[in-house]
C-alpha cells in the first residue's frame, strides 16, 4: 500500500499545476489536470493501494478492485505480467469527485452541467506519447490474443476524416 509522501510521478516530470502559478494566499480547491497528480494526491493521503505486481487477470484483479471499491484507488502496476498497468476506484465517492474538480460536493452536479453546456473544443495532435503504442491482433472469440502477427498501425488520435 501506498504511504503518505509516496511519490508515483517520475522524478523528471514537473507536476502540472507549480506552486509558483498559484497566488498567494490562495488555498481554494484546484481541479487536478492529470491522471499522475490525482495518484500522487491519493498516494499522499493513504487513499492508494499499489499492488504487487503480477496479480491475475482473471480473477484476482477484479477481487481485489472489488474489496477496496469506495476504500481506495488500486494500482495494478503489472497486472498479469503486462506492461499496461491498470487503475480502479479513481473516483469511487462523490467527495472524491468532488476534490478532483476543485469542487464542493454540493457543486458537482452544477459543474457537470456547465462542462456539458460549454464543451472544451478539441485539437489534433500530430506527434504524442500514445502514437508510440501498437495494438495487437485480437480474435472474435474473447479474450484471446491471435497467434497471428502484430499490427503495426499506430493508435488513432484524431476523428475520421
Given amino acids: 500500500m501506498a504511504r503518505p509522501g509516496t511519490t508515483i510521478r517520475p ?3 514537473p507536476l502540472s499545476a507549480p506552486a509558483s502559478e498559484r497566488k498567494h494566499g490562495d488555498n481554494a480547491p484546484q481541479p487536478v489536470r492529470s491522471l499522475r497528480d490525482w495518484l500522487d494526491h491519493l498516494a499522499a493521503r493513504d487513499r492508494l493501494a499499489v499492488v504487487k505486481p503480477n496479480v491475475g487477470l482473471r480473477f484476482e484483479l477484479a477481487a481485489i478492485a472489488k ?20 487503475v480502479s476506484g479513481l473516483i469511487s465517492d462523490r467527495a472524491w469527485m468532488a476534490e ?16 456539458a453546456l460549454a464543451p472544451v473544443p478539441w485539437h489534433e495532435t500530430k506527434h504524442a506519447p500514445v502514437q508510440r503504442w501498437f495494438t495487437p491482433k485480437w480474435t472474435l472469440r474473447g479474450c484471446c490474443r491471435s497467434r ?5 498501425t499506430a493508435v488513432p488520435t484524431s476523428p475520421p476524416a
Fill in 148 to 152: 497471428s502477427t502484430t499490427s503495426t
Fill in 67 to 86: 474489496r477496496l471499491d469506495g476504500k481506495r484507488a488500486t494500482l495494478f502496476p503489472r497486472p498479469g505480467g503486462h506492461a499496461i498497468p491498470v
Fill in 11 to 13: 522524478r523528471s516530470e
Fill in 100 to 115: 478532483a474538480m476543485g469542487v464542493e460536493p454540493a457543486e458537482v452536479v452544477t459543474r457537470f452541467q456547465e462542462a
